[in-house]
């Protein structure tokens, strides 16, 4: 028999989403038997790392669940159809409704790094039960920088590596997590050119560090010191580009900057972030100095001490350079969707924490719970997200989720977090539906993929566009009179269902907010794209935000016309398409705040920068039960959140190894190899040490995504540590919430034997 053809998907292990080309086959077909890179993808161009090439891994799951299941009184599930399943998750969060508002209803997730499609028709279920509160991963990595550049810039930013002559990596190792196109050949090439620096701040030497000209080795957690120290002798040694700040920014914010950075004892900071002062000096004269500057910051920073300080450190660092809106510097991409949104809306209801781009901070979402208020949350959908392993003291969010009156757990596999559902439903797996994710960032050319279904659902899981359609029809949010008219129209054509759906859906208080699920109802379409509905009501809304950057990708005439030319193109592009076409000479003026200026000074931040400078020469507080500094969840070769399952599919580092540094090794006179305990203040875990010089003294290390239950024979196998047994929820962010993962005080003893 001949080998099945490639067939076009993308890759749904970081938020790259680099296009794959993958031949399906062995038993029933049903195996991804070869993964390679797409070379039509346009934004990856054929780029793929070694981890998709595991892919099978989570297509064929051992623990994949097959059938909707409920919770029993004995905690163990009971298989039910998915009749009796609708029925009676509509009937318990409509109970919970009317008892205590929709608002006492929480969803968690929408999507992980491939699958975004879930959380658009998640909407509609939302909507039809009230639900107001919701949050994801996002709130725990990126909210901080969010609302810092919503605040200086009215938008987020990201950068352009591949024209860049200066790239600064702030507490990323983009080598192996990626989150920049084709990262490795970009480092690479960044690496070779003597007329290019790569610069990375790490208490690590990591492998992007090992490429890097100048390396910052800076002391776990101390960052903020490390930026003041930078920022102020930009200003010291007049570094800053002032016909920039003149064009772009209001002088009286431009004063009052350069005068808190001038208040910045550069000595101290450097010292307490222990960093020699040259190479902190010759630094800033490189990045001073730098044609186009690109840089991104990342968890390192994000989630560790004074994090959101640093992002607005990082923030200024980019513009007094005046590295916005030219090749190889930042810019403000046009996106499909919002779900880099900085806007802080309303406070959650019990804790009162800020609600920025409409997500509760994580870290308080089981002090909503687990408390008698009368506005606490009483039931949650969890949908795509392990939050019982992702959050900050897995042990509290599992008594939260105990605590509530119902959980409903939309996902693949038997994760941590089904384990506590009263109902788990099986999703369709992102190979068995259409799928797409909104991680669009890319510029002047920006990428969208609309990736086709490949085989379909073994009979028991649904795509989540199914189970959202069945929820709110059980809810009787939508009637079989409502869709019956656009299914006549689109009989009629194209034209006769927008014309439907102008008429009858979007501007229907009552049917706008069911619109995914309208679509998914009546669109016809394709089998393998069907779960594309929804994006005719993303094409519309790209349409009318952001038409001449459509039109310049070919998706012109009315906003009509553009988005229904742009909905075709994404049906039929299965490589993927460019949707938005923009210009550098745009940036500036998509600068979103009230007067279109740069506000550069935010007052809060200031005083914050003016305390982290009067302590920069106090000694660090460590407590001496906990002498070290554990970083709870590295990004290595073989790690993927928590997306493949199977331990098996880690060709290195099998038990996820906790590093440390040869000092501290021979202090407690731990071998590498040997087995250690890792001890916080919440948990203690057992590891495998790697006795490593690419750690600094004092500093450990231990990856993400590991410490899953997996089956095994009849029983199931936990390998590794689940970092978040180790974390709190209390060390956060004063700002905006953002754990310290990075930065949990712990001990380390060496174990017998
Ligand atoms: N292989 C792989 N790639 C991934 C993922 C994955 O699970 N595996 N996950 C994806 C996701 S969801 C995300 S958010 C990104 C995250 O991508 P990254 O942020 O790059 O990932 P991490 O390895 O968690 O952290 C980055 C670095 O922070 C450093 N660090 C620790 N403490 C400090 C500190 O005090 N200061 C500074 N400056 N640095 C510090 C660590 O040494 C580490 O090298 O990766 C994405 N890519
Ligand atoms: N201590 C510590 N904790 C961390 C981090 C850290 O560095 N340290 N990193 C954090 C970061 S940056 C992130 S992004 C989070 C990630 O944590 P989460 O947001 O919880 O996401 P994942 O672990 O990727 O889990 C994704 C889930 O989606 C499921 N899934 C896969 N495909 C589908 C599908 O098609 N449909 C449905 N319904 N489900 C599907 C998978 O089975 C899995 O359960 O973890 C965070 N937690
Ligand atoms: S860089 Fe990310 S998206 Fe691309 S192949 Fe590797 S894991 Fe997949
Ligand atoms: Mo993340």
């Not at 076009?8 to 077909?29: F, R, S, Y």
């Not at 919770?71 to 159809?81: H, K, L, Q, S, V």
């Not at 700040?245 to 209001?250: I, M, N």
């Not at 709110?472 to 129209?489: I, K, Y």
Request: aromatic share 6%; proline share 6%.
């Amino acid at each position: 028999m001949p080998d099945a053809p490639f067939e076009p998907t993308a890759c749904i292990l970081c938020e790259c989403n680099c296009g794959l080309e993958v031949q399906l086959g062995g038993e029933g077909a049903r195996h991804l038997v070869r993964v390679r890179g797409d070379k039509r993808h346009p934004a990856s161009r054929g780029y793929a790392c070694e981890k998709p090439h595991r892919l099978d891994a989570y297509q064929n799951g051992r623990d994949r669940l097959t059938t909707p299941l409920r919770r029993r009184a004995d905690g163990t599930f009971e298989p039910i159809d998915w009749e009796t399943a609708i029925g009676e998750v509509a009937a318990r969060l409509a109970r919970v409704r009317d008892e205590h508002g929709g608002e006492a209803i929480f969803y968690y997730g929408g999507g992980g790094q491939g699958n975004h499609l879930p959380g658009a028709y998640a909407t509609a279920t939302r909507r039809a039960l009230g639900a107001r509160y919701r949050s994801s991963a996002l709130a725990q990595e990126k909210t901080g920088e969010f609302w810092v550049s919503e605040r200086v810039m009215g938008s987020v930013t990201r950068a352009d590596f591949e024209h860049c002559d200066v790239a600064f990596f702030l507490g990323k190792n983009p080598w192996h997590s990626h989150s920049i196109p084709r990262a490795r050949v970009t480092l690479k090439e960044l690496a070779k050119d003597p007329a290019r620096t790569l610069i990375v701040v790490d208490p690590r030497r990591t492998e992007t560090a090992e490429l890097a000209d100048v390396h910052l080795a800076v002391r776990p957690g101390t960052d903020a010191w490390l930026m003041a120290a930078i920022l102020a002798i930009l200003v010291e040694e007049d570094l800053v580009d002032h016909a920039f700040l003149a064009a772009h920014a209001r002088p009286a914010d431009v004063a009052a900057v350069v005068e808190a950075l001038r208040g910045v004892p550069i000595a101290a900071c450097c010292a307490r972030a222990g960093v020699d002062q040259a190479l902190v000096r010759r630094t800033a004269r490189i990045l001073g100095g730098a044609r186009a500057l690109a840089s991104f910051e990342d968890l390192g920073v994000q989630m560790n001490r004074g994090s959101t300080l640093v992002s607005y450190l990082h923030r200024l660092l980019v513009l007094l350079t005046g590295n916005l809106g030219k090749p190889g510097t930042h810019y403000i991409p046009t996106t499909l969707v919002p779900i880099a949104s900085g806007a802080a809306r309303g406070k959650s209801p019990v804790v009162g924490a800020p609600i920025i781009g409409g997500l509760v901070p994580c870290n308080v979402i089981a002090d909503e719970i687990l408390t008698d208020h009368p506005r606490r949350y009483r039931a949650m959908i969890v949908e795509g997200a392990n939050p019982a392993h992702s959050l900050a003291d897995s042990k509290r969010l599992r008594e939260a989720l105990r605590a509530l009156d119902t959980v409903v757990v939309i996902d693949v596999a038997m994760t941590e977090t089904a384990r506590l559902a009263d109902y788990v439903l099986p999703a369709a797996s992102q190979l068995e539906k259409a799928e797409a994710t909104f991680f669009n960032f890319d510029f002047p050319r920006n990428v969208f993929q609309l990736r086709r279904r490949l085989l379909p659902p073994p009979s028991g899981p649904l795509p989540e566009a199914e189970i959202h359609a069945r929820l709110v029809e059980a809810l009787g949010a939508v009637t079989e009179a409502d869709v019956a008219p656009l299914r006549e129209a689109a009989k009629e054509g194209p034209d006769a269902y927008a014309a439907a759906l102008m008429a009858r859906v979007v501007t229907d208080p009552r049917l706008g907010p069911m619109a995914p699920v309208i679509l998914y109802r009546t669109l016809p379409l394709r089998d393998e794209v069907k779960e594309g509905a929804v994006l005719l009501g993303v094409a519309l809304r790209a349409a009318m935000e952001h038409g001449p950057s459509l039109a310049r990708a070919g998706f012109g005439g009315t906003p009509l016309e553009a988005a229904q030319a742009l909905f075709s193109a994404m049906v039929d592009g299965a490589s993927g398409i460019v949707f938005a076409v923009d210009e550098w000479s745009e940036v500036l003026g998509r600068v979103a705040t009230d007067d279109r200026k740069l506000h550069l000074a935010l007052p809060d931040l200031l005083a914050e920068l003016a305390a982290t400078a009067r302590a920069a020469s106090e000694p660090e507080e460590a407590d001496p039960a906990f002498p070290l500094v554990l970083s709870a969840g590295e990004r290595r070769s073989f790690t993927a959140n928590t997306i493949l399952r199977d331990p098996a599919w880690r060709r290195s580092d099998a038990e996820g190894a906790l590093r440390l540094s040869r000092e501290d090794a021979e202090a407690l006179g731990i071998r590498d190899g040997e087995l250690v305990r890792v001890t916080t203040e919440r948990g203690s875990a057992t590891a495998r040490a790697e006795v490593t010089d690419s750690m600094q003294r004092g500093h450990l290390a231990l990856p993400n995504g590991f410490g899953l239950a997996y089956p095994a024979g009849d029983d199931s196998v936990v390998t590794g540590v689940a970092p978040n047994e180790l974390t709190s929820t209390e060390r956060r962010d004063r700002f905006v919430g953002t754990p310290w993962h990075k930065f949990v005080p712990a001990r380390l003893e060496r174990l017998a034997g």
